[in-house]
């Protein structure tokens, strides 16, 4: 059981997909509708059609031009692994089929928890985010034991109530970084910025918590220290901004906006391919 924020580490390595280790629940477990990002209808439970016996992908290295750019954006935030190794300690969904709708339903569960663990893992490295970093610590720690526990207790599990006591923990986090960026941040939390053009616009720490900015125009944009959590960046064009030192943002945000070697990454994401 963890002791300190140090336990995932400021890389939160075990917070990362390693599909590797995983029974391809993603590829079996989640629901996806033919769209722009899927090429298919898949309804949960039903593997994916590309799906090998050996967990993997058949068309991994094409997903994007076989119209599955979806997957390329889905992050379990290690959620697979945990489910697959240690809540069914290498069970074979496909040899327990008694046991795989359970899977699944934890698995869902799972990827909220991990999620929680990563943004309060985040807040433990901020050094604006001192002043509550015992309370981040405790709330780390309860959220790691809650992963731990039994299949049945996680599929039957309240997350919704406990994100509701994780949740005021991170707002505080954002307030704290941006009560350190000069000037007056914008509050665009939850606007709806679809497709607006924000090019070069200064939103430096700006709280940008659940906006949508869908196919934006974020090019040259500065969002150092902006709060991104729950941002939808579907399609927003991140080429030459400087996102240092953005808080909350994940990997699959990432992943689903455009950007090119200009753009400026928080140090725990990696540059995706595609852009």
Known sequence: MPQDHQTH?????????????????CCVALPFSASAGFAIDKEAGRPCPNL???FRCGIHAD????????CTVFDCFGAGQKVSQVTFAGQDW??????AREMFA?????????????????????????????????TLQDTERLTHAGAHELAELDVAGHRARVNPLLLRVGELVRAGVPGRPKNRR????????????????????????IAADLRNADLRAAD???????????RGADLTGAIFLTQAQVNAARGDAATRLPAALTRPAHW
């Open 9 to 25: 580490g400021a890389d939160r390595t075990d917070l990362r997909a390693d599909c590797g280790r995983c029974q391809a629940l």
């Open 52 to 54: 090998h016996a050996d």
């Open 63 to 70: 997903l994007r031009a076989k119209g599955f750019s979806g």
């Open 94 to 99: 496909r040899e327990a089929p008694g046991v």
């Open 106 to 138: 934890v698995f869902a569960v799972m990827r909220q928890l991990h999620e929680m663990l990563w943004y309060l893992t985040e807040g433990l490295t901020l050094p604006q985010a001192r002043p509550i970093h015992d309370e981040l610590r405790e």
């Open 190 to 213: 939850g606007a709806d910025l679809i497709g607006a053009r924000l090019k070069g616009a200064d939103l430096r720490g700006a709280d940008l918590r659940g906006a949508y900015l």
């Open 228 to 238: 991104l959590i729950g941002a939808d960046l579907r399609d927003a064009d991140l």
